[in-house]
């Protein structure tokens, strides 16, 4: 079974700053995926970046970065330069064989 | 760009109903997959759905509950005998290749209700 830890249920930064949201992940799989998704206050899921398991470089997409640390499971999204658009909820997942782990989220709230 | 649809994007029905959600995947994507989110609670995966038949699915999905893929572009979800706890927001996705090696897209949701 898979399972995914988010340990921050909220999180502030000052608009403009760079902030790491925290993901730690279970697995005995040796191929697997890692997500990450936003989901503002309207509903949607937005996809943010994805990092493979055998990806030895780090997942860069805009502003979004994955910080993976495969030997600790960790995958934490660092977004840089913030901006007021980016408070919502964020989600880590992991997936493999055809079905996805979703952790319990993390709402970012950026301050002007 | 190619998007997931949903629809309806809001039902209410009554405890005891059937219903259909309805998804249109992205056209030249080949793995189909249910998700549902409880108000305030996070994303649960219901099913993947593969080559016309159910790939992976969680404890939540039991007997009430069934995917059909009834021609070249709808995923349905159905759920036979609605239940207050089956109200949640019901999330469509898919992808190209399976998911541990493929990001998947999200449709943009059914808010179900249940009365």
């Known amino acids: 079974a898979q399972k995914i830890t988010q340990t921050q249920p909220g999180m502030f930064v000052q608009e403009k700053e760079a902030v790491t949201l925290d993901c730690t992940y279970d697995t005995s799989d040796q191929s697997y995926g890692l997500f990450w998704y936003k989901q503002p206050s309207s509903g949607e899921m937005i996809f943010l970046i994805y990092?493979?398991?055998?990806?030895?470089q780090n997942a860069t997409e805009g502003r979004y970065s994955l910080n993976f640390q495969k030997a600790r499971k960790s995958a934490n999204l660092v977004i840089s330069a913030s901006q007021l658009g980016d408070s919502a909820m964020y989600f880590c997942?992991?997936?493999?064989?055809?079905?996805?782990?979703f952790g319990d989220g993390t709402t970012l709230t950026v301050k002007p | 760009e190619p998007e997931v649809t949903q629809t309806p994007s809001h039902q209410v029905t009554q405890m005891g109903q059937e219903v259909i959600l309805r998804c249109v995947p992205i056209s030249n994507h080949l793995y189909f997959y249910w998700y549902r989110q409880i108000l305030g609670q996070k994303v649960e995966f219901l099913v993947s759905f593969y080559n016309n038949e159910i790939s992976e699915k969680s404890e939540i999905f039991d007997d009430q509950f069934s995917v059909e893929r009834p021609d070249g572009s709808n995923f349905t979800l159905k759920i036979r005998s609605t239940k207050l706890e089956d109200s949640a927001m019901y999330f469509c996705a898919s992808s190209v290749r399976k998911i541990n090696t493929d990001t998947q897209y999200f449709g943009p949701g059914t808010r179900l209700t249940v009365l």
């Open positions: 997942a992991t997936s493999n064989a055809g079905k996805s782990t």
């Open positions: 990092q493979g398991s055998y990806d030895e």
